[in-house]
């Protein structure tokens, strides 16, 4: 009998990783254990191969201590009653744990210092065939985000996208202030701040699909 699974140890810290990939595999293989195909003793012995692996990687090559998190995904067959690890698809995925200390020292630091300023403005890019404009989003200088200015009577409305964090300023409509810089200049720091977070791929869409407008 040949059958190919997947063994995942799911998210653990890394001093249970070897008891999780036995419990794992034994649970996966019960039916067949019990069918006849594969025995405890090959489950044992395969589980320990893997382990023996695992624990050069993380601990000898990776040093991980105890308390980081790591997760393990491999495929195997079983065939004729043995199992055979297919090691090139072996993935780990590994977090190390940052001290309790480290992070309320972080924590105090922040709440003491406040947290950061951003500052936004905005330049013209230019302006469409149909007369919308575009600005580039700038933070402190640098280019961040872009933006699309569709004037209407008396107001325009605007919608863009911003990097770092990823987020996207979905359509509003501003009451206009002069001309349409003006308005948007005065407006880029409140809708900055309302801006709803994203994903990079929805934000760089965005971005693109405004810049090719011009």
């Keep these: ?79 004729e009653g043995t199992i055979k690890w297919r090691f090139g698809t072996l993935e780990i ?20 210092e ?11 890019l230019g302006t469409t065939p149909i007369g919308d404009e575009i600005y580039t989003i700038l933070e402190n200088g640098e280019e961040v985000g872009i933006l699309i200015a569709t004037p209407l009577e008396g107001e325009v409305i605007v919608r863009g996208a911003l990097r770092n964090p990823p987020r996207i300023i979905e359509k509003t409509k501003l009451t206009l202030q002069g001309d349409i810089e003006t308005t948007v200049t005065k407006n880029i720091q409140v809708l900055s701040e309302r801006a709803k977070p994203a994903s990079d791929d929805v934000v760089e869409k965005i971005i693109k699909e405004i810049e090719d407008l011009l």
Aim: charged letters at 30%.
């Design 114 to 124: 406040g947290a950061p300023t951003f500052t936004y403005t905005v330049k013209k």
């Design 1 to 79: 009998m040949k059958l190919v699974n997947k063994l995942s140890t799911g998210f653990i810290i890394a001093g249970a990783y070897a008891t999780k990939v036995r419990r794992t595999l034994f649970a996966q293989l019960k039916e067949e254990m019990k069918a006849g195909h594969v025995s405890g003793t090959e489950i044992a012995r395969a589980a320990g191969e893997l382990n023996r692996i695992l624990f050069e990687v993380l601990v000898n090559r990776l040093n991980l201590d105890k308390g980081d998190v790591v997760r393990v995904r491999i495929e195997y067959v079983v065939e």
């Design 93 to 112: 995925e590994a977090f190390r744990r940052i001290p309790e200390a480290d992070i309320r020292e972080a924590i105090e630091e922040v709440l003491k």
